[in-house]
């Protein structure tokens, strides 16, 4: 529930993406939000205030001459309460007429009127959005305070190929979120790992380490939400990449090394999170081995480079953060491993309790000892450790 006691109020005007906002209504308020949907005339012919109003569980707000409203104030009153007003689908005649603060309608007047932060999704064909006048609008929306999200590239309902679909309804329920977040780490380069790495023993086997990139993913994630840029340098996982974020997919310990030495220099914080395999198969195979020939095979190992400890150990290299997954003495082990990478702050976690959990609990080691947090989802724990860090950061 990322948006309990979170009012929004959602503009919908006229365009075909009008489709996607039935979804979004319900996943706003899945997430514990109050909608108030308020329709311009055009999007009532794309989608129903039936639909809306069912979704929403409110009142649907469609002209500024409603008799529901006994001081004829909807403009006003709608906003007052309001932590966002959010346009989606914004056609780019809305976004015209927001950019010259035109009042034609309850929902322009109400825009004009608000008291809030203005977000909206654009959504137009191709032409339309590349269009010179829609680009001024762009540009003055911009200069005005108004965060558009996206538009997005690809197919268009009218057979296009090109910039200005909508966005998603998960993507739009993930920038509304991160809308919500203190932006913490607002200019930061966050360079992770995650997941784990998988070391090939022949083309179709390998060796690799129990880990579903769960908390890795989560804490890229809440680094998006609070403002900084995002690097990602995931091992084999199934889990999609994280809205927002840059991610660059790697197998072995080998390939994430040289992923991470290709980002550090540009990075201020290094979080590593992947579990790194600790030796590849120096004789790996370029040929399945064939089990039917002479007994099991007879594996040399070599270590793997250890990336935290070289971008630990790179002179004017990003501030780091450690995990460590220990099945006992977790103080003892994670403090171990601090002092020995050199890191300002480690992050232990018990991994019997955490291996493919949605739930986890952390506990921090720095220069003042160990600082427990509460047990919380992946996600909420992630957050948590986002703060964290931002706290601790060296003051500029
Ligand atoms: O050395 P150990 O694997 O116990 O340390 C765990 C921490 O070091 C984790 O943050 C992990 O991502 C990182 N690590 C690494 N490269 C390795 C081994 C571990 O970055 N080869």
């Not at 489709?19 to 996943?27: P, S, T």
């Not at 990602?232 to 790697?250: C, D, E, K, N, Q």
């Not at 201020?268 to 089990?291: C, E, G, L, P």
């Not at 977790?330 to 959990?357: F, S, T, Y």
Request: proline fraction near 6%; aromatic fraction near 4%.
């Amino acid at each position: 529930m990322d948006l309990i006691n979170k009012r929004i109020v959602l503009g919908v005007t006229g365009g075909i993406a009008c489709y996607k906002i039935a979804e979004l209504v319900r996943r706003l308020t899945e997430q514990g939000a109050t909608v108030d949907v308020v329709m311009t005339e055009a999007a009532t012919h794309f989608i129903t205030p039936v639909t809306m109003q069912a979704l929403s569980g409110r009142p649907v707000f469609l002209d500024a001459w409603d008799p529901r409203v006994p001081n004829n104030m909807a403009h006003i009153d709608l906003t007052r309460g309001a932590d966002v007003v959010l346009i989606a689908p914004a056609s780019a005649d809305f976004m015209a007429k927001l950019a010259h603060g035109e009042a034609s309608d309850l929902l322009s007047t109400l825009c004009l009127a608000r008291a809030c932060p203005l977000l909206a999704a654009p959504a137009m064909n191709r032409e339309m959005w590349a269009n010179p006048a829609t680009q001024r609008n762009v540009t003055q929306l911009r200069a005005d305070g108004i965060a558009l999200l996206g538009p997005d590239s690809g197919s268009q309902a009218c057979g296009e190929v090109g910039d200005g679909r909508m966005l998603e309804a998960h993507q739009l329920l993930s920038e509304v979120i991160a809308f919500f977040q203190p932006k913490v780490l607002a200019g930061k380069h966050v360079l992770m790992t995650a997941g784990p790495t998988a070391e090939p023993i022949d083309p179709v086997r390998v060796l690799s380490n129990r880990s579903s990139g769960k908390t890795g993913y989560a804490l890229a994630r809440a680094a998006q939400e609070a403002g900084a840029r995002v690097t990602l340098i995931s091992g084999p996982t199934a889990l999609p990449a994280p809205y927002g974020v840059m991610r660059v997919s790697v197998t072995t310990a080998r390939q994430m090394h040289a992923a991470v030495m290709a980002e550090a220099a540009s990075a201020d914080i290094f979080i590593a999170v992947a579990a790194v395999a600790d030796w590849y198969v120096k004789n790996a195979s370029t040929q399945k081995i064939k089990k039917t020939r002479g007994g099991p095979p007879q594996l040399e190992f070599e270590a793997n480079p250890d990336i935290l400890a070289d971008v630990a150990g790179l002179a004017r290299g990003p501030w780091c953060v450690g995990f460590a997954a220990e099945t006992e003495n977790l103080a003892e082990h994670a403090e171990d491993k601090r002092r020995r990478k050199n890191l300002p702050l480690l992050v232990g976690n018990l991994a019997q309790n955490v291996m493919d959990a949605d739930a986890t609990e952390l506990a921090l080691f720095d220069d003042r000892g160990m600082h427990s947090l509460p047990a919380a989802t992946k996600l909420d724990a992630a957050r948590r450790l986002v703060a964290e860090i931002a706290a601790r950061l060296p003051k500029p």
